[in-house]
């Protein structure tokens, strides 16, 4: 346990003792207490109750955790390796629909596993030790690929940013939603590495509080002029001028530009869009989905009521009654028109999507 989560990544590998390492994000601010995950469920649960969250992070999260279980797991031949593999991933990426990064790495590593399971070598424990060799080395590439990949949005995204500027963000796309950096934040951390002078305004995040909890907590804990709002005060904000661009983040890009987001994001890009103000969505190409036409398509996570009715309150603070129900969607879809420009590791894209998105995905 400690204090300080800026020299920590947020999810690790432990070669040694063969389990994954995350920082609880369910504690923070209050605690920084890092977990240890060894078992499917543990990593089921890691996942669908937000220990470890944000697209990325999940991404990495599910990469160590199919090389880690198809390790521990006794296949004695290819096929049942094969097998158990399918189900494993399959069971994993049923913790939660909305973040492609989830399906896409479990894919990836199962098509890497493939990849040495079809070669010629035909005794299997030589073969099994030289998947589980591959399979090592992609989850540690998927996560090194990641710190890469917000390095450069940070480069790409502070190009977007004037020195003295306010930004507005919405949910947690900071370092706890990635390995480093962040995405929406990484811009900032760049600035701010580089002496700029910004003030981060950040959305409190109703119903899990990812902004208060979270993005809150790691800016202005690296130094950085952080002031938390309510989710029903970006208007006001915007109104008086306070507010100079908006950076989010992602949990899905679909082929259009439509981008998948924490609930209220989309809210954000309509006053953003009346007050003139550019919207940014910034995304590794991870969280880009070109299999998924609209924002249509996207699949929107709902979760327990009880986050709304119940969680933060010393007592319910809703009716509990027949008559009565909770709307609880943990993402919305902005609308491709609503973005400014789409932040990615290649570049900066801007509408048409459908063009911009096919070039950097070729
Ligand atoms: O439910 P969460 O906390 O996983 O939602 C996270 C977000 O919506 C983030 O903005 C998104 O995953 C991008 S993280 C770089």
Redesign the pocket.
């Known amino acids: 346990m400690g204090t300080d989560i800026h020299h920590l990544d947020t999810v690790t590998f432990d070669d040694e003792l063969d389990r994954i390492e995350i920082i609880d994000q369910t504690l923070l601010p209050g605690i920084v207490k890092t977990i240890y995950l060894q078992t499917a469920e543990e990593i089921y649960e890691a996942i669908a109750r937000?220990q470890v969250?944000?697209?990325?992070a999940i991404g990495v999260t599910a990469g160590f955790a199919l090389y880690l279980l198809m390790k521990k797991c006794g296949a004695s031949d290819r096929n049942a390796f094969e097998k158990e593999m399918t189900k494993t991933a399959d069971y994993l990426n049923s913790s939660r629909p909305t973040?492609v990064n989830l399906s896409w790495a479990l894919n990836r590593m199962k098509k890497c596993a493939d990849r040495t399971l079809n070669s010629s070598v035909t005794e299997w424990q030589s073969l099994r030790e030289q998947v589980l060799d591959a399979m090592r080395r992609e989850c540690f590439a998927i996560r090194d690929e990641d710190i890469d990949a917000c390095r450069r949005m940070g480069e790409y995204g502070l190009s977007l940013i004037s020195d003295g500027s306010g930004i507005l963000t919405h949910?947690?796309?900071g370092r706890l939603?990635?390995v480093r950096y962040?995405?929406a934040t990484a811009p900032i951390y760049l600035a701010h590495e580089k002496g700029m002078h910004l003030h981060v305004y950040c959305d409190e995040t109703r119903p899990?509080l990812?902004g208060a909890r979270l993005t809150a907590f790691e800016l202005s804990s690296a130094g950085i002029e952080t002031t938390l709002a309510c989710d029903n005060m970006a208007s006001s904000l915007m109104k008086a001028g306070k507010i100079q661009a908006v950076f989010?983040?992602?949990?899905r890009v679909a082929a259009n530009g439509d981008a998948a987001?924490?609930i209220g994001t989309s809210g954000v890009a309509i006053l953003a869009r009346h007050y003139g103000i550019p919207f940014y969505v910034c995304a590794p190409l991870t969280t880009i989905d070109p299999a998924t036409p609209t924002g249509a398509d996207i699949v929107i996570e709902e979760r327990d009521p009880s986050e709304v009715t119940e969680l933060w309150y010393r007592e319910r603070m809703a009716p509990d009654n027949t008559c009565f129900s909770v709307y609880n969607p943990?993402?919305d879809v902005t609308d491709h028109d609503l973005i400014t420009a789409i932040v990615t590791p290649k570049g900066i894209l801007r509408a048409p999507y459908t063009d911009s998105i096919a070039d950097v995905m070729s």
């Open positions: 937000l969250r944000g697209a990325p973040a949910c947690n796309a939603a990635t962040g995405t899990l990812q989010v983040g992602c949990d987001n924490k943990a993402f």
